[in-house]
């Protein structure tokens, strides 16, 4: 059985990649509204795959589990997801099953970066001290631990190589706090229907036990 992929906006049909299912998807955490699943690697690390490169994969694995095979010996181009992705990776996790906070996730993500990285005319005023509320409130509110000094908290997605420092860019001249929220909200629903509808997202196995799995 295949499962097509939603249409993003402005994709065309032959766009659409068929993505493998069927016998064997014990290793799938949630197919909506984010495609989740357990890694088979003996790596300890969060990875992040284009659904292209996920579906080549899934079609070897399940190649393997048909002839009794160990499905780990290839892995499929990534993103390593550490640090604060890792922190932002398990968000979307924690809050699998809710398409509203894993965007909020994202949002969350965008301020913190924003903080960390992408300095801006509101944040050297005295309304920093708003953001860092606002961090405070959707962290409480999500179960975020933000363990401080991670880098990156951003899931990346194929296109920033086109324009790496659009989200810096795009937040070093806001000074009007309503526009910075507004803007970085905007933000991280885009970045969130791209991760959605474009990437799989694979967990390590000692994970397992977060969602009570053995």
Request: net charge positive; hydrophobic share 35%; charged share 25%.
């Amino acid at each position: 059985m295949e499962v097509k992929l939603p249409l993003a906006k402005g994709y065309s049909v032959d766009r659409v990649i068929p993505f493998p299912g069927g016998a064997g998807r014990e290793h799938v955490i949630t197919d909506q509204p984010m495609r989740l699943r357990w890694g088979p690697w003996r790596t300890g690390r969060i990875i992040q795959v284009h659904v292209g490169s996920a579906a080549i994969y899934e079609d070897y694995r399940e190649d393997c589990l048909q002839k009794g095979l160990d499905p780990s010996g290839q892995m499929p181009p990534h993103f390593v997801l550490e640090g604060g992705l890792q922190d932002t990776a398990l968000g979307l996790l924690r809050h699998r099953e809710d398409a509203g906070k894993q965007e909020q996730v994202c949002y969350l993500a965008c301020l913190l970066e924003a903080l960390i990285n992408a300095p801006s005319a509101i944040l050297r005023t005295d309304l920093i001290r708003r953001v860092y509320q606002e961090v405070s409130r959707l962290s409480q509110t999500l179960g975020f631990r933000w363990r401080g000094g991670e880098g990156r908290f951003i899931p990346p997605v194929n296109q920033d190589a086109g324009d790496p420092h659009h989200f810096a860019r795009m937040v070093s001249p806001l000074s009007n706090l309503q526009e910075f929220y507004a803007a970085l909200r905007g933000y991280a629903a885009d970045r969130y229907l791209i991760l959605s509808r474009e990437y799989v997202i694979y967990y390590p196995g000692r994970l397992r036990p977060l969602l009570g799995r053995p």
